[in-house]
């Protein structure tokens, strides 16, 4: 059974000096907005939810579930860079998928309803969402979503950077919104209880996914444009329109989305959680690490390695991509437990760090999912 929060704080003494962590403490003045949120109840405190990452499986991987208190992690079916992601290819991760599923049925719970995370929670397993961190897969079929959702998928980003068939990625040259078969695969999203994710999606198409979706839409893994001017990061009016409509904005470790500076730290990465919170309240953030469980140097033991992947993708140099890409204290499976512990050290309350750690994630996916 994995630690608690406060049961690893006490027994591992990580405190701020050990890590280097500065910075002042922080007070909350919630706005009038909270008091209309459901509340995390006893049964879902401790639920932690990464809305986006990685793991693996085995020995090791097993090991790095259980030393990262997690409760839920999402991740990706398939890469996204060029060529496009195709149709053949997502089914076959989806099948590859449904054999991890069937390889361990007492350890990796398939996330199909909100359910299924209290269930991993009870019992001490991992809950899995699967879904796309694009939407070239679909082929300008509509019919496709529902085929995905019946095979499992439960989250699909709209766009990864570039145009796709349904709109504009944060580094087209022009964003031209949603497209007309945009609008319908995010109605049709709705219908079925699939999450819609704006991550990578231009600022344009980010704000018709919002206006047209009848559910919340979710930037699962994002940082604030205000902390770091990075097309990958979100200006302030779209986190306002997001949190109008119930949303959260999940906030990443990865060092050049968090800050310029050559190597972010851990505080860099708090003060986006705050800033969402300041701008439109604690209901509205979370956290995709949009890492690995097990740390970004499990999968890229070196630079080289890094580069190597990551040529695929044809990223644009005002992304800033950079080596390395992990914050130096949030680099390894306790990730989670350390972030909790500096949240509360900045001041926020213990039921504040519940709903951050997952219960704003929960809270959405109960209302899109059941």
């Given at each position: 059974?994995?630690?608690?929060?406060?049961?690893?704080?006490?027994?591992?003494?990580?405190?701020?000096?050990?890590?280097?962590?500065?910075?002042?403490?922080?007070?909350?003045?919630?706005?009038?907005?909270?008091?209309?949120?459901?509340?995390?109840?006893?049964?879902?405190?401790?639920?932690?939810?990464?809305?986006?990452?990685?793991?693996?499986?085995?020995?090791?991987?097993?090991?790095?579930?259980?030393?990262?208190?997690?409760?839920?992690?999402?991740?990706?079916?398939?890469?996204?860079?060029?060529?496009?992601?195709?149709?053949?290819?997502?089914?076959?991760?989806?099948?590859?998928?449904?054999?991890?599923?069937?390889?361990?049925?007492?350890?990796?719970?398939?996330?199909?309803?909100?359910?299924?995370?209290?269930?991993?929670?009870?019992?001490?397993?991992?809950?899995?969402?699967?879904?796309?961190?694009?939407?070239?897969?679909?082929?300008?079929?509509?019919?496709?979503?529902?085929?995905?959702?019946?095979?499992?998928?439960?989250?699909?980003?709209?766009?990864?950077?570039?145009?796709?068939?349904?709109?504009?990625?944060?580094?087209?040259?022009?964003?031209?919104?949603?497209?007309?078969?945009?609008?319908?695969?995010?109605?049709?999203?709705?219908?079925l209880g699939m999450i819609v994710d704006v991550s990578h999606t231009g600022v344009r198409s980010t704000m018709d996914a919002i206006e047209v979706s009848g559910t919340p839409v979710l930037f699962t893994h994002a940082n604030c444009r205000a902390l770091c001017d990075n097309p990958r990061c979100k200006t302030d009016e779209q986190i306002r329109a997001l949190a109008a409509r119930g949303g959260v904005m999940g906030i990443t470790t990865v060092n050049f989305f968090v800050s310029k500076k050559p190597r972010s730290t851990l505080d860099d990465f708090i003060d986006h959680i705050a800033h969402v919170a300041d701008l439109v309240g604690i209901d509205y953030v979370g956290i995709g690490t949009d890492s690995s469980i097990g740390g970004w140097r499990v999968s890229f033991p070196t630079e080289q390695a890094f580069w190597d992947f990551h040529e695929q993708f044809h990223f644009k140099p005002e992304v800033d991509v950079r080596w390395p890409p992990f914050i130096e204290e949030l680099d390894r499976p306790e990730k989670m437990h350390i972030i909790a512990e500096r949240l509360e050290q900045r001041g926020f309350s213990g039921g504040e760090v519940d709903q951050v750690m997952g219960g704003n994630f929960l809270r959405v996916y109960e209302e899109i999912m059941g």
């Open positions: 059974m994995s630690l608690s929060r406060r049961e690893f704080v006490q027994g591992a003494g990580v405190g701020a000096a050990a890590l280097g962590m500065g910075g002042n403490a922080r007070v909350l003045d919630p706005s009038p907005e909270t008091t209309r949120i459901a509340r995390p109840t006893a049964e879902q405190d401790d639920i932690w939810i990464d809305a986006l990452g990685g793991l693996r499986f085995g020995p090791e991987g097993f090991d790095e579930i259980e030393r990262s208190g997690l409760t839920m992690i999402e991740t990706t079916l398939g890469a996204p860079g060029d060529p496009p992601f195709g149709y053949e290819q997502a089914v076959q991760d989806v099948a590859s998928w449904h054999g991890i599923f069937n390889q361990y049925p007492d350890r990796v719970i398939h996330v199909r309803r909100s359910a299924d995370i209290l269930e991993a929670k009870r019992t001490g397993g991992i809950a899995v969402m699967i879904g796309f961190q694009n939407a070239t897969h679909l082929q300008r079929d509509l019919a496709n979503v529902e085929f995905f959702y019946n095979l499992g998928i439960r989250q699909m980003q709209l766009t990864y950077n570039s145009l796709n068939a349904l709109g504009a990625g944060c580094t087209e040259r022009v964003d031209v919104g949603l497209s007309d078969f945009g609008v319908e695969v995010v109605q049709r999203m709705n219908e």
